[in-house]
């Protein structure tokens, strides 16, 4: 199941890692818990909105950019789900008959 | 404050009024409390990532495209939020003589 808190951390972690920031730089300005913003950024909390808003603020960033750019990936995600997911071609264990004499006549 | 719960719930409500379906519709094949999806779709509650995909996957919409109208509505705000703390033009409570001469000398 793809989950939005996944790319939502990367998304944050990604952000703040351009921007030079520590992970404690950017919890202090937000006013969070350096542990709790940690565990966001691993995509193992939900942030509330207020924290996203106040952890954007803290890293000059949007709150429409980062969810765009989240937006982005999880649609790089479906696409890579979808393609695990179809049908391979069918490959029959046995060979008719009639094909290995083609083969067979190609060969000559 | 903007918040990313507000734009999460007007475009769930939406995709599923576009689609027709009712709010028990969804609740029902997305698993999830009546109740709660109603404040969800009324911003009041924070949906958790698992009940985002439920509900995405309910309404046939990929979290991808919910996410992406949900990032663009963000920016729309943003927008109408930065036009409204804009400093307004200062207009000068009197207007200097040489302006309001050179206005007379217009009129003739």
Chains 1, 2 share one sequence.
Not at 36 to 63: C, F, H
């Amino acid at each position: 199941m793809i989950l939005v808190r996944h790319e939502i951390g990367d998304v944050l972690r990604d952000v703040r890692l351009q921007k030079g920031r520590t992970l404690r730089q950017v919890a202090s300005k937000a006013s969070v818990a350096l542990g709790y913003l940690s565990e966001v950024e691993r995509g193992q909390k939900e942030a509330s909105s207020e924290i996203l808003a106040a952890v954007a603020d803290a890293l000059d960033t949007p709150i429409s950019t980062i969810m765009g750019e989240v937006a982005h990936r999880l649609g790089e995600l479906e696409q890579i789900t979808a393609i695990g997911t179809m049908t391979s071609p069918v490959i029959p264990d046995t060979v008719p008959d009639e094909l290995l004499a083609d083969f067979a006549n190609t060969g000559k």
